[in-house]
């Protein structure tokens, strides 16, 4: 009965959103291959070398996935301290460029590209 006072509202509980993204293989499982199958691309083929255009999809795609990760188990992948971060996501490719979510704590004080930071008055 909840669940449906809180749809008329536009509200969904957190539990039923992970439980809907964490289907299938699970969003950990999903990224590691996802970086795999880059890995093996760039180790295997020339594709990415004549399609340069794949590698910044890959990466957009990277980055989808982690902010998924993130949404469903409360951390990016490694980090320390979380429980739900025991089993490990291997490394993005080097050939990818790094991660662009604003959220990511490498990117929390880095100004977005082509966004002017002049001090406002």
């Avoid at 509200?11 to 959103?17: F, G, L």
């Avoid at 590698?55 to 320390?80: C, K, N, S």
């Avoid at 979380?82 to 880095?110: D, F, G, K, Q, W």
């Amino acid at each position: 009965m909840i669940d449906r006072i809180l749809r008329k509202f536009g509200y969904t509980r957190t539990s039923t959103i992970t439980e809907q993204l964490d289907f299938g293989p699970s969003i950990r499982k999903r990224l590691d291959e996802h970086r795999e199958d880059v890995e093996a691309l760039a180790r295997r083929t020339d594709y990415l070398q004549q399609y340069p255009e794949v590698i910044h999809h890959a990466a957009i795609q990277d980055d989808f996935l982690l902010r998924v990760y993130h949404l469903v188990h409360g951390a990016w992948p490694g980090e320390e301290g979380h429980p739900n971060t025991v089993h490990s996501v291997r490394p993005r490719p080097e050939i990818l460029p790094p991660c662009a979510l604003p959220e990511y704590p490498a990117n929390r004080n880095r100004p977005w590209p082509g966004v002017d930071q002049a001090p406002r008055d």
